[in-house]
């Protein structure tokens, strides 16, 4: 026992012994070791701390730092990933996201979410339906999950057929004063503001419509006649226009004819939307309304649409851009045909559809307004080998509508719509024509008014002559593939 105790001081005191330096190196190691991991194991405590305190930014932080060790931890993913949704980085939220596998259910939900507020509709609806079939009906997010995936059906159902317009300005104000963005001249009627939304009286002052509540919550819209300068008592519009919660915003066009409104009944696209329907007179009632679509509704409140003939334009409020304020934007566009956007690119349609080029900023007492020049409409292939459309918007009969061209199932018919869509096209470029003819024409001088006045009706005649056909066309196409 002695012997073995002085060999072992032997060995530490030599100093040149191998062994004894591997040992100690050995020790250093693990040692080093063991700290590094204990900082690591504090570190990524650390983000859980922060992350549970909802201090996404710091809790961010800390998890990309730990990503730079362990790049493939899905837990560290994860939780990045809604870090970066937090703070309104949606990009780096679903790269994360998307790295971090299935491991955690609730990431398709967020998925989702982020899909669903860019309007990518068809990855918002694989993303709902994906986390669904990890949960059950009981579950809390199930019922809203639900509501989600039937909103994002009826939003791709409306981006298959944006309108083309030409908007002219948007005004951003408080919700007290949106009238005061409506210059409507007296042949449009008045409008006014009540507490249930607004009240429209005609230019004759004989007719006039505005909103009630009917003691249940609901709110409806009736009209009322002016006889021997006496009110009649209040009708109440039929039940197809007073089908939401919530009805009002009536704007009748000078026709009698054409009633806009805002309501939130379902089928919509979210909060109020913009609705149309016209007096049948041989009926004597009025027809179901229709949403009038996009760009002109939104997931959000959409209401107030009021046209002006006299002054060719037209306006509506929503307040699509305001969140977290009371503040709403109205937007200004000129009247005239209307067209639909078509091979667009889906980031470039969704961008049009929900009129993002026009987000106001400023303080709402200090009226902003922005131009937006007429998006062109893609030229439409005139060689048979030139890329068509990626997308038509062609109604059939009331319950089928072609929004591609492979939908035709008649070739005759298929090969006289392409022929349309060329004449639309020439018709749309004769249009812009004409209106940059008579804006030469109102600044212009005498010698070159005269110039014009020529070119003008000739230009005008062209435009019906081609609208003639482009009716006769599209009833011919109908025909051709009805008998298919």
Not at 105 to 115: D, Q, S, V
Not at 382 to 396: A, K, M, N, T, W
Not at 444 to 454: H, K, M, Y
Request: net charge negative.
């Amino acid at each position: 026992m002695h012997f073995f105790s002085y060999l072992c001081s032997r060995f530490w005191k030599n100093q040149h012994n191998p062994m004894r330096s591997w040992i100690r190196n050995s020790i250093l190691c693990c040692s080093m070791l063991l700290c590094s991991a204990g900082a690591f194991g504090q570190s990524a405590a650390h983000a859980d701390a922060l992350f549970a305190a909802g201090d996404y930014e710091a809790a961010g932080r800390q998890y990309e730092a730990l990503l730079k060790r362990q790049p493939t931890q899905s837990l560290y993913l994860y939780r990045a990933a809604r870090c970066a949704q937090e703070t309104g980085d949606l990009a780096e939220a679903e790269a994360y996201f998307l790295k971090a596998g299935t491991k955690y259910p609730l990431r398709n939900y967020f998925l989702g979410e982020i899909y669903f507020s860019q309007w990518r509709m068809p990855e918002a609806l694989a993303s709902y339906e994906a986390y669904l079939s990890d949960i059950n009906e009981h579950h809390e997010r199930y019922s809203h999950v639900q509501e989600r995936i039937a909103q994002a059906q009826v939003i791709a159902r409306y981006l298959k057929h944006v309108q083309r317009v030409e908007m002219m300005a948007v005004e951003r104000l408080p919700k007290s004063e949106v009238l005061s963005a409506y210059p409507l001249s007296e042949e449009a009627g008045t409008l006014r503001l009540d507490s249930l939304g607004a009240s429209y009286t005609t230019q004759r002052n004989d007719r006039r419509y505005y909103a009630v509540e009917d003691g249940t919550g609901k709110v409806m819209i009736v009209n009322q006649q002016r006889l021997l300068h006496q009110w009649e008592q209040p009708d109440t519009l039929r039940a197809s226009i007073n089908a939401g919660k919530v009805n009002t915003y009536p704007f009748v066009l000078p026709d009698g004819a054409t009633l806009y409104f805002a309501s939130d009944k379902e089928g919509g696209l979210g909060g109020l939307d913009i609705y149309m329907t016209r007096y049948n007179a041989s009926l004597g009632e009025w027809l179901p309304a229709e949403n009038i679509g996009m760009p002109f509704n939104s997931e959000k409140d959409d209401y107030l649409f009021a046209v002006d003939e006299q002054s060719g334009f037209a306006c509506f409020a929503t307040n699509r851009h305001c969140a977290g304020t009371d503040s709403v934007e109205v937007y200004k566009m000129a009247l005239g045909e209307r067209t639909f956007l078509r091979g667009l690119p889906n980031a470039d349609l969704v961008a049009l559809a929900r009129l993002d080029s026009l987000i106001m900023t400023g303080e709402p007492e200090m009226p902003v307004v922005a131009i937006l020049h007429p998006q062109p409409i893609v030229p439409v292939s005139r060689g048979r080998h030139e890329q068509l459309p990626d997308s038509i918007y062609f109604v059939l009969s009331d319950d089928a509508v072609y929004t591609h061209l492979s939908d035709f199932r008649s070739d005759s018919a298929r090969v006289l719509y392409e022929q349309y869509l060329t004449l639309e096209h020439q018709q749309a470029q004769a249009r812009e024509m004409m209106d940059s003819l008579r804006v030469q024409y109102s600044r212009a001088d005498a010698p070159t008014r005269a110039s014009l006045q020529a070119r003008i009706p000739n230009l005008q005649m062209e435009i019906e002559e081609r609208q003639k056909k482009l009716r006769n066309t599209l009833t011919q196409v109908r025909v051709l593939e009805a008998e298919r």
